[in-house]
């Protein structure tokens, strides 16, 4: 956490149009300063950044905010490293407090790895400049139709023929082997020496979100054919592969901009796409298209146009990815090239008009694309067609929003002309059997994330029971029985809850500022801070024997400050109630005892864990009160008059707005 002294010193240090002006060129008008908006397309400048106020504001899109903010929202950044960002530009040394030994290690680790993937990456480009590196590598560039700012702008290199090169100039310069070899550049075998993992390569180095070099992919130009033809960065500390996406640094702008991506397959592919002019293009190089690459495109559009070879490879990859596109919410449209085309060969023999014409004429959204290519294998065979018919159901089964998958079904029974009723029947039980299976996948997360949060809570608060026996279990009666809640589906949200109250109640969650949760009032308990987000939102405990508990505790807990969480506890499990007694032994000691003197050492600040956890769990249980408001809508759907439908079809809506945002902070969808 960067302490508040320090971000004062950044927020009076920053100014506005020095800040601006590293990224806009700005026009003095009066007081204030115009330009272009750098966040979406228009010619007449409505962009003004005020010296005097310390803002901007774009009277076309509407964006404003402060130095900090524009870093954020023109980076991506969040705001901790947008601070960090200003306190470069400033000079500002950043401390953050409270980091124990083992983050300050890792955080020092990390950013030697990333200093030796850049020295590496200056060592490429000065190579290629080098009587070898122009005479190979510049000269496949440009056989491959590259400028040279292109390459230059692109951070494009060579990779020595000598396997020690790399290698003996970054030992010679003060750079540790250890790092060489954890950043993939490197390769140390059994007798002890070293060779460097890319030579006689030309080489694409791979930027991370920020700009950093994190991985490179590097291409043999000989044409032996036992030698790989591409030689990628290992998966690091630094680098996931699964999760980079090549040329993200150059086209998050762009995207944000045009409100589209195009996703296509290779390097070269962005590099020649970019080089004509279109700069939205992105490629998942080296790895299949993966669920976390898709939602880093997400953060800048939710417009994807998957832009692949029109060979059997290609249709083959552009099926799979509309599927995941689709299922994490996003528009997908597919564009195939002429079969023997890619983009990089497509793009150097059309110009930038052709190729935006082309793209208008033949981008397909993944209805007309799938009937277009399964129809014709399907010929006049009815049972063929009916298979057709099935895939694309299962498809639109994947669509997370209602109304969309509504829309498409509705089309699509159209467009094949069928009663839309029975497409609506076979997407109603896929997604059924969908939602059951990540709801089992959710379940056995949420099981094993429980289990974590309750070794953190057990190791600080609740003093073990005064008995070394195992507690006796409960009898079937006086046990919650989801049978027995009106609100079944929530009780494993509100056990967990539970947990925390009686484990660390009277804890302190010390959230870092730039947490949605941080309060410059003061610090929460684990117990407040529950009971805060309950009462914000207008809930209670349904499950009848959580609440007799929740309401126990709290009794408790405000009664009198001087009473300790193992007093608290101790009461409750001497109180008359017996069968809340036992609840509370229950949940105190079932399966919540496992390795917690491993995990204490492990894990030097358990505390840290329940800033994590608690919000979780909190954000758990709202979405599965949202889930059960829709369902209820949903009933009430069925019997509603003509005049109320629009009503609970915008309530749906709001809610399923709502899910959203909740599944995007949880990081995965339900």
Request: proline residues 4%; aromatic residues 10%; negative net charge.
């Amino acid at each position: 956490m960067i302490p508040q002294d320090t971000v004062t010193k950044i927020l009076d240090a920053a100014q506005i149009v020095e800040v601006v002006s590293d990224f806009v060129s700005l026009k003095r008008r009066g007081a204030n300063f115009v330009a272009c908006c750098p966040f979406h397309n228009e010619k007449t400048p409505s962009f003004y950044v005020s010296p005097s106020k310390g803002i901007y504001k774009c009277f076309g899109c509407g964006k404003s905010g402060t130095a900090v903010g524009f870093v954020m929202e023109h980076e991506s950044l969040s705001y901790v490293e947008a601070l960090k960002y200003l306190a470069r530009k400033y000079g500002i040394p950043v401390v953050e407090k409270e980091e124990s030994a083992e983050e300050i290690e890792k955080r020092q680790r990390s950013e030697s790895l990333l200093l030796v993937s850049e020295f590496a990456h200056k060592f490429f480009v000065s190579s290629l400049d080098t009587e070898e590196g122009r005479s190979i590598g510049r000269a496949y560039f440009r056989s491959r139709g590259l400028e040279d700012e292109t390459i230059r702008k692109y951070g494009l290199g060579w990779a020595p023929k000598d396997r020690r090169a790399l290698c003996t100039e970054a030992l010679a310069k003060g750079y540790k082997e250890e790092y060489l070899v954890d950043a993939g550049l490197v390769i140390k075998y059994d007798d002890g020496h070293l060779a460097d993992r890319f030579f006689d390569r030309v080489m694409f180095p791979v930027h991370s979100v920020s700009g950093r070099v994190i991985a490179f992919g590097g291409r043999t130009l000989r044409s032996d054919k036992t030698v790989a033809k591409y030689v990628n960065s290992p998966e690091t500390e630094i680098y996931d592969k699964s999760r980079s996406l090549y040329g993200i640094w150059f086209a998050k702008g762009e995207m944000s901009r045009s409100d589209k991506c195009y996703l296509v397959e290779g390097y070269l592919d962005v590099l020649s796409m970019h080089q004509l002019g279109i700069l939205n293009v992105v490629a998942s190089s080296g790895t299949s298209l993966t669920v976390p690459q898709i939602r880093l495109i997400k953060k800048f559009t939710e417009n994807v146009t998957i832009m692949y070879d029109g060979d059997s490879a290609g249709i083959k990859a552009a099926i799979r990815g509309i599927g995941l596109v689709l299922k994490e919410g996003l528009n997908v449209k597919v564009v195939l090239l002429p079969d023997g085309d890619d983009p990089d060969s497509y793009s150097r023999k059309h110009s930038l008009e052709e190729v935006q014409d082309f793209i208008a004429a033949n981008e397909q959204d993944f209805i007309e694309f799938k009937t277009d290519l399964l129809l014709g294998e399907a010929g006049g065979d009815p049972l063929k067609k009916a298979n057709l018919i099935n895939d694309i159901a299962d498809t639109i089964a994947l669509i997370p929003d209602a109304v969309k998958r509504s829309v498409y079904a509705q089309a699509s029974a159209d467009k094949f002309d069928i009663d839309s009723g029975i497409l609506f029947s076979r997407i109603r039980r896929t997604r059924e059997k969908m939602i059951e299976e990540d709801r089992k996948a959710a379940e056995r997360e949420r099981s094993r994330a429980g289990s974590l949060a309750a070794d953190i809570a057990g190791s600080q608060d609740v003093p073990p029971p005064e008995y070394e026996d195992a507690p006796v279990p409960l009898e079937e009666e006086t046990r919650p029985v989801a049978s027995d809640f009106e609100y079944p589906s929530l009780a494993p949200s509100e056990g967990d809850l539970m947990s925390f109250i009686l484990r660390s109640g009277r804890s302190l969650l010390e959230f870092e500022s730039d947490s949605d949760f941080y309060s410059p009032d003061g610090q929460y308990t684990v117990a407040d801070f529950i009971r805060g987000c309950l009462e914000a939102d207008d809930f209670s405990m349904e499950n009848t024997a959580y609440r007799k508990l929740y309401d126990a505790y709290f009794d408790l807990y405000d009664a009198d400050d001087d009473y300790s969480q193992q007093e608290i506890i101790r009461i409750m499990l001497n109180g008359p109630d017996r069968a809340s007694a036992d609840l509370v032994a229950d949940i105190i000691n079932e399966k919540h005892r496992l390795s917690v003197r491993s995990f204490e050492a492990a894990m030097t600040a358990p505390s840290t864990m329940l800033v994590t956890y608690v919000p979780r769990a909190i954000q758990v249980y709202q979405l599965k009160r949202i889930d059960l408001e829709i369902k209820n809508l949903n009933r009430k759907l069925k019997t509603a008059a003509e005049d109320e439908t629009l009503q609970i079809l915008g309530q749906v809506q709001e809610y399923i707005g709502l899910r959203k945002k909740l599944e995007e902070k949880l990081g995965r969808v339900m």
